[in-house]
């Protein structure tokens, strides 16, 4: 929820202390904006392919940091080999 948004929510609630009908309208108004967690798959049926992606992503979260340092370093690895190649075509 944006700030701006909280603010205006938190003046009209402050506003509406008095009458309950108005609170109560300003609850269920509140609700329907929360997000809900989705409801679990059914486990008989496959996970979709970004069901998959998600848990590969996972799992590969806590060694984040080693993995880009390492993709890092093979592009500039592929990067200077390609530049020294392309400079060797010249020199011939």
Do not use: K
Request: aromatic share 8%; glycine share 2%.
């Amino acid at each position: 929820m944006s700030t701006t948004m909280q603010i205006r929510l938190e003046d009209e609630v402050e506003d509406s202390l008095d009458n309950p009908g108005a609170r109560r309208q300003l609850q269920v108004a509140y609700q329907r904006q929360t997000v809900t967690a989705p409801r679990p798959a059914d486990p008989d049926t496959p996970p979709t392919a970004w069901q998959r992606l998600d848990l590969f992503l996972a799992r590969l979260r806590p060694h984040r940091e080693p993995l880009s340092l390492l993709t890092d370093a093979l592009v500039v690895a592929a990067c200077w080999n390609i530049t020294y190649l392309f400079r060797l075509g010249f020199n011939r």
